[in-house]
């Protein structure tokens, strides 16, 4: 083995087929078009169905209200690519919009605010990162713990009442450049950026390699574990950087104002062509993911759909998606991907032995 295959630098030949896929631009249209062409049916049978729907206020309202959950979504594929999962993103975010409204009213400076945000943000995901590859903690059940701690810490916090920011943290709700906002702008930078990363760097095609075979990545030479805690504090960081958007939007550190996002992105994340075993996702995919579900919102509103069938159209998305993910790999176990999640990482030292 050379010195550049240890660095990480594998020929693709050496790993499993998931690894390669990844990066052939044949396996990326599948999702990508399917994914475009229903965003462009939908929204124009909504537009003949209402024609404020098709105006580019509304366009930009979507956009606006996607871009919390697309940066929490994007942070989701880095640890889905690699095998893992972190279900107290949603928790991570109110307990961060608390922290930082909470400075703020106590006289911090926005630009204190924002770094200690960020780091506190890291911060929880090295925690789980270090857990989960040094303890060999199953993510799943670790930060499902996790997102009651971080919720029980938002509420603690915060005294169980959203804590007021108004007139603060004015640039990340004004236009910034191009004519868009600047969480439209933070969200599309967000995704391209981290396109880049996973499909030019090293570290991405690290993540896909550890998400295909972590075993025949660590053989390899691989750093699995440097792998995965760098994902952890990528996810991490980004739940941080939406957050504070969210709480600038709604003037407020709310405590409860993450629930939910953890399945929502999961299910955007699946929607971009990823699955749940690893080895597979695109920001770009999750990007499209969060779009469509937010013209899928958008149009129940103008379509005047009951609001109680909201989930109903969301989860049958979800389940159609998922099928169809099945049947194009055409696997023999089609729920691996479930199963993987309550898999015990792999044991370095147990292989050393072997």
Known sequence: ??????????????????????????????????????????????????????????????????????????????LIAAGQLDLSVGSLASFIGVLGATMLRDGNSEAT????????????????????????????????GGLSVLQSLALVRAGDVPVPARGQLGWLKTEAL????????????????????????????QLFAVGSSEEASYLAGLPTDRTKILA????????????????????????????????????????????????????LGTFLGVVLLGVVGAALTFLDVDASYEDLVFGGVLIFAVVMTALSDNKDRPFSGLTNLFRRPLDHKSSQKQ
Request: with cysteine; proline share 4%.
């Open 232 to 283: 952890f504090v990528a996810n991490s960081t980004l739940v941080a950087l939406a957050a504070l958007i969210l709480a600038a939007r709604i003037g407020a550190g709310d405590p409860r104002a993450g629930g939910g996002l953890e399945l929502k992105a999961i299910a955007a994340v699946v929607l971009g062509g990823a699955t749940l075993a690893g080895g597979r996702g695109s920001s």
């Open 178 to 205: 191009f004519g868009l906002r600047t969480p439209i702008l933070l969200f599309i930078l967000v995704a391209l950026v981290s396109a880049g990363v996973m499909r030019y760097t090293r570290f991405g095609r």
């Open 113 to 144: 605010m924002f770094i200690v945000c960020l780091v506190a943000g890291a911060l929880v995901g090295l925690v789980w990162g270090l857990i989960v590859t040094k303890l060999r903690v199953p993510p799943f059940i670790l930060t499902l």
């Open 1 to 78: 083995m050379s010195t550049n295959d240890v660095a990480g630098e594998l020929p693709l030949g050496t790993t499993s087929p998931g690894w390669k896929s990844n990066f052939r631009l044949g396996d990326s249209g599948r999702f990508l078009i399917p994914l475009l062409l229903a965003i462009v049916v939908l929204s124009l049978y909504t537009g003949t169905q209402n024609d404020a729907f098709l105006s580019w206020r509304n366009a930009e309202n979507v956009m606006l209200q996607s871009s919390v959950l697309g940066i929490v979504a994007i942070g989701q594929t880095y």
